[in-house]
């Protein structure tokens, strides 16, 4: 089974960037379609962006497509979610998740990393 703990979170003015990452524990890594999801306080969960085993990528959000970029390194066995010009309305936690199905159907869930956007 695998395990995913999500870093690179913070706090960052409007206009900026961070890069989250996503590492996941043991060997099987490269079967899981991945994906990132965010809950801002006081609203559901929603899905982000999703990539399958061999970089297919889809964007859930039109509020963060051409700002936000899923990727993943089999190799490292990370997936890394790039966010620029980042708007205080994506600020939430930010959650990593894996499934062995597409669409992606998540069935591991990392702790989450917070993401906070000042304006």
């Known amino acids: 089974q695998v395990q995913l703990v999500e870093s690179g979170g913070g706090l960052v003015q409007a206009g900026g960037s961070l890069r989250l990452s996503c590492a996941a524990s043991g060997r099987t890594f490269s079967n899981y379609a991945m994906g990132w999801f965010r809950q801002a306080p006081g609203k559901e969960r929603e899905f982000v962006a999703a990539?399958?085993?061999?970089?297919?990528?889809?964007y859930r959000l039109d509020s963060v497509k051409g700002r936000f970029t899923i990727s993943r390194d089999n190799a490292k066995n990370t997936v890394y979610l790039q966010m620029n010009s980042l708007k205080p309305e994506d600020t939430a936690v930010y959650y990593c998740?894996?499934?062995?199905?597409?669409?992606?159907?998540?069935?591991?869930w990392g702790q989450g990393t917070q993401v906070t956007v000042s304006s």
């Open positions: 990539i399958t085993w061999n970089d297919i990528s889809t």
């Open positions: 998740a894996a499934g062995t199905t597409w669409p992606l159907s998540p069935k591991i």
